[in-house]
């Protein structure tokens, strides 16, 4: 993760655009942990608030229009031919595709908090054709949230922000799985049992 640092403490804005873009996208950029160390630069005076944030908000909604245009136009065959290149697997992929289909357009909102499945909502909610005006107010305005929330945890944090943005990513690992776990278990195994006729 220092290369990313480096960059950031480097080239500012830009290298903060172009990192958040591509995290959103699908390659291995500690998203969270840059937006908590873009914070700490803040609380230092080293990056302008207002300007971070409208950074961190076009590199977010750029990396997460990109994921779905890549849906729209190329459909799932994508994921399954360069799903490698991003650490996708067709178990990530059927577990994002059934959440999609449960949590609907909230998927897109809560996604970014999700481990390994932000941009794989947005490829999907691609796939399903859904409307770009939908698209836009749910998965914009959870990138809203989520940059904001981070940088405001690495302001106040201040010097203390590696070791907090190293449990923030430990624990939103966990929160994920458990998350993940729970939709399964509920598509599985609860939700066949309330379709009306059906035999319990």
Known sequence: MEFVFQWVSTYGYGAL????????VGLPIPDETLLVFCGYLISRGTLNPA????????G??????LSYWIG???GLGVVHRFGRFLHVDQKRLDRV?????HSGHWALFGGYYIAGVRHLTAIIAGASKLGFGTF?????????CWAAAFL?????????????ADL???DLLYGSIVMIAVVLLYLIVLRPRAVPGKPR
Do not use: K, N, P, Q
């Open 60 to 65: 977010s909604w750029c990396g997460i229009s």
């Open 152 to 164: 405001t945890l690495g302001y106040f944090i201040g010097e203390d922000w590696r070791r907090i």
């Open 72 to 74: 729209l136009t190329l």
């Open 17 to 24: 655009f172009v990192l958040l873009m591509l995290g959103i």
């Open 51 to 58: 300007w971070t944030l409208i950074t961190a908000l076009l």
């Open 168 to 170: 923030v990513h430990r």
């Open 136 to 144: 836009i107010l749910f998965a914009w305005s959870g990138g809203v």
């Open 97 to 101: 595709h059934r959440w999609f289909e």
